[in-house]
């Protein structure tokens, strides 16, 4: 009888270390600094944030950014605010994918979207960079445009030739009312990311 059960969590011991745990990069882009904190170009670094606080962990300052971790529903999340700056992201990127072990498409890029209306939600499994730097940067370190990002809205309501100031401008008091719930429901799509797969999180996210 023993011997049974001894074989029986034998088999379960190995099993558990054949089938490791799911683990997930989430990478928020954003410029690191006090002056660019607050400013629609930050976006994936404030939903970061948000989730953190959620979850009560804190980032830490480690190579090429800042990063946080927790376990949630058997997976593992692992967020990461480049400290690069947003045209170099793709560096931070590919060293914490490489050190972590991190299957491509458990990598998830949180950033803004100059082509969606602000608080817009859009999780996509590929495409281009959009003009956007820091995706740009990404797709060159990867070699591919195959990787899951979030958009996040922040629509386009520009005059001519302002588009640096205003991506770099902070949020009107308009947004700033809204964006508590956005910053919600955005960590929300990431956890569902993670634990409900990238096809289910389109299906109940995208467009809400």
């Given amino acids: ?30 410029n690191i600094g006090p002056k660019y904190e607050n400013t629609r170009h930050n976006i994936g ?36 605010k480049p400290s690069t700056y947003m045209n170099l992201s793709g560096k931070a990127v590919n060293y914490w994918m490489q050190k972590e ?9 949180v950033t803004d979207d100059l082509n969606l209306p602000f608080g817009t939600l ?8 959009g003009g956007h730097n820091g995706l740009k940067d990404i797709q060159t370190q990867l070699n591919t445009t195959k990787y899951n990002r979030f958009r996040f809205g922040i629509s386009d309501e520009f005059s001519k030739g302002s588009q640096v100031n205003y991506v770099l401008g902070e949020w009107d008091d308009d947004e700033e009312k809204k964006l508590p ?4 429901t955005s960590a929300e799509l990431i956890q569902s990311f993670g634990t409900a797969g990238v096809s289910n999180t389109m299906n109940t996210f995208n467009g809400k």
């Fill in 45 to 80: 670094f404030k939903i970061l944030d948000e989730l953190a606080r959620e979850k009560e962990v804190a980032f830490e300052t480690q190579k090429l950014g800042d990063v946080a971790s927790f376990k949630y529903k058997g997976r593992t999340f692992v967020l990461l």
């Fill in 181 to 184: 719930e956005r910053l919600k």
């Fill in 122 to 129: 859009r999780l996509k499994t590929k495409g281009s960079d």
């Fill in 1 to 30: 009888m023993l011997s049974f059960f001894g074989r029986i969590l034998g088999r379960k011991q190995t099993a558990e270390k054949t089938d490791p745990m799911k683990k997930f990069l989430i990478v928020g882009l954003g």
């Fill in 101 to 109: 072990k991190i299957a491509l498409e458990n990598l998830l890029v």
